[in-house]
């Protein structure tokens, strides 16, 4: 692929990037973390988990046809859904 594809946007202005990406390798992430080898070319399921670390910070698992293929750390505030404004 030649470009960036959002998989997710947490951010109900939609002012700042997004959550979630393809990037133009294939792979799977945010902040250069990125893992997996998505096609564009044909049907593929994909999986992102997000665990409460308690620490101030989540882990990220990312999945490709139920198939684990990669974890990441990130600030917990970067995955907060707001319950009244939704995403």
């Known amino acids: 692929t030649n470009h960036w594809m ?6 109900p202005t939609n002012i ?3 959550d ?3 990037n133009m390798a294939g792979g799977l992430g945010i902040n250069g973390s990125y ?3 998505f096609a564009v070319d044909q049907w593929q399921r994909v999986a992102l988990t997000v665990n409460d670390n308690g620490d101030g910070t989540v882990t990220l698992s ?3 046809q139920g198939v684990l293929v990669g974890s990441q750390s990130m600030p917990t505030s970067r ?3 707001d319950p009244e404004k939704g995403f």
């Open 6 to 11: 959002a998989l997710l946007q947490t951010d």
């Open 16 to 18: 700042s990037d997004a």
């Open 20 to 22: 979630f990406l393809v």
């Open 35 to 37: 893992t997996g080898k």
């Open 62 to 64: 990312k999945y490709l």
């Open 79 to 81: 995955c907060q859904i």
